[in-house]
């Protein structure tokens, strides 16, 4: 049914208002105690590498906004998952309506996906995890535009998109099954199979030189490369997560059953609530639908991708054995949101279907005067009331990681001009050290470096003005005459008798302890 168009747009720009004012007043406002969000911030700007699996995507895609010349790095950074995060909410308000939910109910679906615990947890904070949400359901609503309408157009822009996703995280993998389902239901019989084959095959090779990117952040030396890919066997080792293979796959069908289903059970009810519970009708009532009215044939096939995706998700879900398994929940979010969308649709319609069929005691339909509006109305009230005290519960709290970031700024004004960090540091402070000095530059312009691999001799020598350090990022050889400090995870580093250790705060300055040498102080 037609609606006016002020009508068909309210419930969404409500949407985009609500949950992008919600997503700008939560964001990380600058650096994170955990010490891959902050390397997630300054890698486009240096252009470097990360931990396995690579995300060359994510990687090119925040070079230029890291290059902005708005707030800081960290700030903007953090805003461009925020962007993505919101483009992850409107795709599913668009999958909602593709499904055949109305407008409202699909808004404050899509409403509950943003809203959920993990979900704002990472999507104001600089990571993949919003990108890749956002290129999951970008994929789906393609496949699911291509299997509406059997337009070949909408096929080759999924599959563009799903070629495209695998430079941001690889666990996209699980969504192949669903891609595989959605191209046998589609229309593909009727598209010329020559240029169809070729469009795909073009996009599965721009998919693979993404990863090209390593080769080259290798070949370049940036100022941060976590690991070098130099050869063939360097770059299978490095994309298929050699280090964590004893993780992947790790648990039995019992445990599988027992502990791992229901605990992801948890974590789905935890963040969409009671408003999940409605998932399991939606999916039953697209086959089995409780009213007059058939379900199309096209959101059946649809559903049946949807299921397939989901089912993918929930098999990584139960077999990885890491402690931040979480995050990789979110598409899983997504997809039950879209399912609880579609079971809220399907109580609606049944009520309304069924309201005009009760009789009065003078056998007029007493509630079949009521409007249809009146019902939507209704519904979408008690579905927001499941939403939105939910909302204010999981708003994220950056207590920690402001408090962090001050105690960053402050060994930062302690090291003052013309200084150098030796030793060991803590992965945390570590990423924030090397945003600080090497991405935004202060190791230039107050000339403050980090030598990680000084040893306790080279320190010695550098202290009586006898030797040089080098730089653990610039490479560069610094002479003396600067302050030299350790911190904290390298404050037990035993330098002999020659030398003495001050705390200054989070930092210890190392000074020459004999009368008379000559001192680093300036």
Request: glycine share 8%.
């Amino acid at each position: 049914m037609r609606c006016h168009l002020a009508r068909c747009h309210l419930a969404p720009c409500l949407l985009v208002l609500l949950v992008g004012v919600t997503y700008a007043r939560t964001l990380l406002p600058g650096l994170h105690e955990f010490g891959d969000v902050t390397k997630a911030q300054f890698l486009g700007r240096v252009l470097g590498t990360t931990h396995p699996t690579g995300y060359p995507l994510y990687i090119l895609l925040t070079a230029p906004v890291a290059w902005l010349p708005l707030g800081s790095l960290a700030g903007r950074v953090n805003a461009f998952s925020a962007l993505m995060g919101l483009g992850a909410v409107v795709l599913t308000y668009l999958l909602l309506r593709r499904l055949r939910v109305r407008p409202a109910l699909a808004s404050v679906c899509a409403l509950a996906f943003a809203w959920s615990k993990v979900t704002w947890e990472q999507f104001v904070v600089a990571e993949v995890y919003a990108l890749g949400a956002c290129l999951v359901a970008l994929v789906l609503y393609l496949l699911a535009a291509s299997l509406t309408t059997g337009r070949r157009a909408w096929f080759l822009a999924a599959a563009a998109a799903y070629a495209l996703s695998f430079g941001n995280h690889l666990t996209v993998v699980t969504l192949l099954p669903a891609f595989a389902l959605a191209t046998l239901l589609g229309a593909w019989r009727t598209w010329p199979p020559w240029s169809t084959t070729a469009w795909i095959v073009l996009f599965i090779a721009l998919g693979m030189a993404q990863y090209g990117y390593l080769f080259w952040a290798t070949a370049r030396g940036s100022l941060y490369l976590e690991y070098r890919v130099h050869t063939w066997a360097d770059f299978v080792d490095y994309v298929s997560g050699a280090h964590y293979r004893g993780r992947m796959f790790a648990f039995g069908l019992e445990p599988i059953w027992t502990h791992r289903i229901p605990r992801f059970a948890r974590l789905v009810f935890r963040d969409l609530g009671w408003m999940s519970l409605l998932a399991p009708w939606g999916c039953l009532s697209v086959w089995w639908p409780a009213g007059r009215r058939a379900a199309d044939p096209s959101v059946r096939r649809v559903t049946a991708v949807l299921l397939l995706a989901a089912l993918g998700q929930l098999f990584w879900l139960v077999s990885y054995d890491i402690p931040d398994i979480d995050v990789y929940a979110i598409p899983l979010l997504l997809i039950v949101s879209l399912f609880a969308g579609v079971g809220a649709e399907a109580a609606l319609r049944f009520v309304t279907e069924l309201s005009t069929r009760v009789k009065s005691a003078d056998s007029r339909p007493a509630l079949a005067r009521v409007p249809r509006g009146v019902w939507t109305a209704v519904g979408t009230l008690a579905m927001a009331a499941l939403v939105v005290p939910a909302g204010f519960h999981h708003a994220p709290s950056h207590a920690r990681a402001k408090a962090f970031s001050r105690r960053i700024e402050g060994e930062l004004e302690t090291l003052g001009q013309g200084a150098i960090v030796v030793g060991a540091i803590h992965y945390g402070p570590r990423m924030a050290l090397i945003e600080r000095l090497y991405a935004e530059g202060l190791s230039e312009t107050r000339d403050l470096h980090l030598a990680a691999m000084a040893k306790p001799a080279d320190v010695r020598k550098y202290l009586r003005g006898k030797g040089t350090l080098r730089d653990s990022s610039s490479k560069e050889r610094l002479r003396p005459g600067r302050r030299v400090f350790l911190h904290e995870r390298g404050a037990g580093m035993d330098f002999g008798p020659e030398v003495r250790k001050v705390r200054r705060g989070h930092l210890w300055e190392v000074l020459p302890k004999r009368k008379g040498a000559a001192s680093s102080l300036r």
